[in-house]
């Protein structure tokens, strides 16, 4: 591996690459990747013979990457206990990965489990083959004004227009309602879409939607809006179901889509979710206290309309959130178990799920978003006036979006549901929202240092490579530190973007680590065990199956000290 890492960097150019440069390197990347896989058939064997996990085992990687997340300093100054996470090597990192993809409810917000049909013995225990799908794009400077043009094309003649309070009196929804208008299309507006949206606000969007019995919709706004549509849309179109047929398992029944929609024009006015581009729909369970969401390609928009003109009315941490979901999407996508060591390999084609791990297509769009967001996003975050930078990143949030939809993502998404389900009364600046919030955006970036700290044993290579990217000059770095040099690079920049300092500084406290992990799944692989102690507190282990027999435990009270008010500070 080092060999090949190092022919990989003594081919770098310091000057960006352009998209078809980026295209053939991707080709080359993914020939290299191939020759990798000799040691994950071993893990597959092994995997194959143990039936699949019923939910996502992370309590592994969130005990040990909570205590990571905030590491001080420049690379190398992590903590005994932070180094330490590093030591599992390849084979571990590789194994949670894979768990990851073969979960049935891998990531809420991101989940693309198309299909909850059974899936059969195949003869290859690995797969062999990946596809692409997008929703339909358009791009432009104004190109706001067609969508009249579209429903009168559609034929469409009531149509639902969704946002929420804070859009309405805003330039984007006018001009939407002006070209509506305009083409005389008859339309009835709902503007109560919650930010960061609830089973209970789904479901009163989704009353209004099959009182109105209309025969398309639009949605204008971010990812919550777009969200809260699709679901309308589903259920409108499926009166007589229950909300939770469609919920994801094991919270809801999973159910396959298999009634047709209405036509869906998504119109974003944030650069960060991707969510014109994916089939799925997300919100808090609050009976649970947690996230999880609807997925099928069925609920794709049938056209993403993306006007960078929307994004210019953008607040500065409304901006810089979404740009950390289109940093995460674009990492987490390109460091993804390679789709040739996914397991098992399906008996028929349509029991691929979406996530399949990177891929020489999905490589391509992800690594030209994150070239994109390490060019524009300071720009976009710290002058708002800057057009180009603002832009570019809104096309770099659809890009990200076609790479993640198709490869995945992995434990950044994975561990950000506790930390925004379970807020208590942390109101993000710039969010005008009656409730305590933390965005999507930053409870996905407050963890990735400690991540790719992590997953860096996987593919070092990329890790560097990503590292470049961002600004940091690996000419002499070392493979063993690429973890730790993408680590400080990411601290750096989102020191740079004033990202909060920690999870304290969003309101969570020590005793709060237990349930953060519990959290990140609505129920845990392993249940945990409290043991008493003669001095101290009582510790909470998790017990967490790895391959080969080994078994690891954590213990919680450990790493109570190296999680808060450390931070990004370098």
Same mark, same amino acid.
């Given at each position: ?15 960006? !690459? ?88 891998? %990531? ?19 797969? /062999? ?19 009249? =043009? ?159 003109? *929307?994004?210019?009315? =953008? ?11 289109? !940093? ?36 391509? #769009?992800?690594? *030209?978003? !994150? ?54 009364? /942390? ?12 965005? *999507? ?36 770095? &070392?493979? &063993? ?43 845990? #692989? ?42 990004? %500070?370098?």
């Amino acid at each position: 591996m080092d060999q090949v890492a190092k022919g990989r960097r003594s081919k770098r150019s310091s000057s960006p !690459l352009s998209l078809q440069q980026t295209l053939s390197r991707g080709g080359r990347i993914q020939q290299e990747r191939s020759t990798k896989t000799g040691k994950g058939e071993s893990l597959a064997n092994h995997e194959q013979s143990r039936p699949p996990p019923r939910s996502l085992p992370c309590m592994l990687c969130t005990a040990e990457l909570l205590p990571l997340a905030f590491p001080a300093g420049p690379a190398g100054a992590l903590p005994p206990q932070a180094a330490a996470a590093m030591a599992g090597g390849r084979e571990r990192v590789a194994h949670l990965l894979r768990q990851l993809q073969r979960a049935a409810c891998q %990531c809420p917000a991101h989940s693309h489990t198309y299909s909850q049909a059974p899936e059969h013995a195949a003869l290859r225990r690995t797969d /062999y083959a990946f596809e692409m799908a997008v929703s339909n794009i358009r791009y432009g400077e104004g190109v706001t004004k067609e969508v009249g =043009m579209d429903l009168q094309n559609l034929d469409a003649r009531k149509v639902c227009v969704m946002t929420d309070k804070n859009l309405c009196q805003l330039p984007p929804v006018k001009a939407v309602l002006n070209s509506l208008t305009k083409n005389r299309i008859t339309f009835q507006m709902y503007d109560d879409v919650r930010v960061e949206p609830t089973d209970q606000s789904f479901m009163d969007a989704i009353t209004f939607a099959k009182k109105g019995e209309f025969d398309a919709y639009v949605a204008v706004g971010g990812g919550s809006v777009i969200d809260t549509c699709k679901a309308a849309n589903l259920y409108a179109s499926s009166p007589e179901s229950d909300f939770l047929d469609y919920v994801n398992a094991p919270i809801g029944k999973g159910k396959s889509v298999t009634v047709p929609l209405k036509p869906f024009i998504a119109v974003p006015t944030t650069a960060g979710t991707g969510s014109e581009t994916t089939g799925i729909a997300i919100f808090d369970y609050k009976e649970l206290k947690v996230k999880t969401g609807i997925a099928s390609r069925a609920i794709k928009p049938t056209l993403g309309m993306i006007d960078p003109l *929307h994004t210019l009315h =953008m607040p500065e941490r409304v901006v810089a959130n979404g740009g950390f979901d289109v !940093l995460c999407h674009a990492l987490e996508a390109y460091t993804a178990l390679p789709y040739k060591m996914r397991s098992p390999c399906p008996s028929n084609p349509i029991n691929r799920p979406a996530y399949q791990g990177s891929n020489p297509i999905s490589d391509v #769009w992800a690594v *030209h978003a !994150l070239r994109i967001v390490a060019k524009y996003l300071k720009r976009a975050v710290r002058m708002p006036d800057d057009h180009e930078a603002r832009a570019n990143m809104h096309l770099a949030s659809a890009f990200a979006g076609i790479g993640f939809g198709n490869a995945g993502v992995h434990l950044c998404h994975g561990m950000s549901y506790p930390i925004s389900g379970l807020v208590k009364s /942390y109101k993000a600046k710039d969010y005008n929202v009656d409730h305590p919030l933390v965005p *999507h955006g930053l409870s996905v970036v407050l963890t990735s240092p400690a991540v790719f700290t992590f997953t860096a044993e996987m593919c070092p290579e990329r890790h560097l490579e990503a590292a470049e990217i961002l600004g940091a000059d690996i000419r002499t770095a &070392k493979i &063993k530190d690429a973890g730790l040099i993408l680590a400080d690079t990411l601290r750096k920049f989102l020191f740079y973007l004033n990202v909060d300092d920690g999870l304290a500084a969003i309101g969570y406290s020590k005793a709060d680590i237990p349930a953060l992990v519990k959290g990140t799944l609505p129920q845990t #692989w392993s249940k945990p065990i409290q043991i008493m102690k003669e001095h101290g507190p009582p510790m909470l282990v998790f017990y967490y199956p790895l391959p080969k027999g080994q078994v690891i435990h954590v213990q919680f009270n450990t790493v109570l000290g190296l999680v808060f008010g450390q931070g990004f %500070c370098v």
